[in-house]
């Protein structure tokens, strides 16, 4: 009996024992295409036919493109699996997947301790103002001159969490243990077990009342610029902003706007609207806590991602159905 196939689209790190299993049930394959012209025309060309499911890293959009409505238009018809190693599945169009039957999976979980400490990491950067004096120190000049103005303390100022999912939540707990109070909107409201007793605001009430906000949502078609002008003269004179989530959920130029009229005192972020493009006013602003997409970058939470993954794709070979698909094909 012919075994199906699995297309591996990007780079396995760590977990190589657990991929090598998977050819007991599946050939295992990567694609002779480097670029995505040449990997439609392999699509195309029917020589990926018996693929039932991809194992795709967000690296390899760098190959491939996004998975948007022309490439899946032209994935193979024995595909039945998309298996992404991430939490953010932003790169896959959902929608046209489900009009072709093929169940998406993301890495939930996995990826919150790590993402959350990189969250924590930016608030006091941010807060404290730390950037400046990193760099005049590397300059040799310690502290610059003049020295920055005094920072902040966490103790005491509200967090407001915007996307309550598992690294909000896991965000909340941190910022407890630093004396922040934790307010949080989120499409739905939280059982009070999950909320852990964070307040449950308005999308508005949380933008006007926080000293901090931070982003914790999935980048989708709704929370696209879900920040933007509007939103920032909302919020209180002093803010900081902290993006772990996807840049895009910020209108960067409307944030380096309020940055620049001081409306925003600070932000952290992780995440740029255009990768590996940051927006200039960003990167001339010495007082910005800018990391570049780290967020789950460590061994542990790698390992634990790709793990995760290859559980998914193991699932579909042996079950037919995914561990952990996405919210939205959740009935599907
Ligand atoms: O950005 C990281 C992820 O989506 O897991």
Partial sequence: MTKPKVLQLGVIDHAHESWNALSELADLIVPAARSRAEFLEECRSGSLEGVV????????????????????????????????????????????????????????????????????????????????????????????????????????????????????????????????????????????????????????????TSDVISLNLPLNKNTRHIISTHEFELMKKGVVIVNTARGAVIDEDALVKALDSGHVWSCGLDVYEDEPKVHPGLVANPHVMLVPHMGTWTVETQTAMEEWNIGNVRAALEKGKLNTVVPEQANM
């Fill in 53 to 208: 499911a991809v194992y795709r890293t967000f690296g390899s959009v760098d190959i491939t493109g996004l998975f948007d409505a022309e490439l899946v238009a032209a994935l193979p018809n024995s595909l039945k699996f998309i298996c992404h190693n991430g939490a953010g599945y932003d790169q896959v169009d959902v929608s046209a997947c489900t009009e072709r039957g093929i169940k998406v999976s993301n890495v939930p979980t996995a990826v919150d301790d790590a993402t959350a400490d990189v969250n924590m990491f930016l608030i006091i950067g941010a807060l404290r103002g730390f950037n400046t004096s990193m760099i005049a120190l590397r300059e040799g000049k310690w502290r610059g001159h003049p020295p920055p103005p005094l920072g902040h303390d966490p103790e005491g100022k509200t967090l407001g969490i915007l996307g309550m999912g598992g690294i909000g939540r896991n965000l909340k707990k941190k910022a407890e243990a630093f004396g922040m109070k934790v307010v949080y909107y989120n499409r739905n409201k939280l059982s009070d077990e999950l909320a852990g007793g964070a307040q449950y605001l308005s999308f508005e009430e949380l933008l006007s």
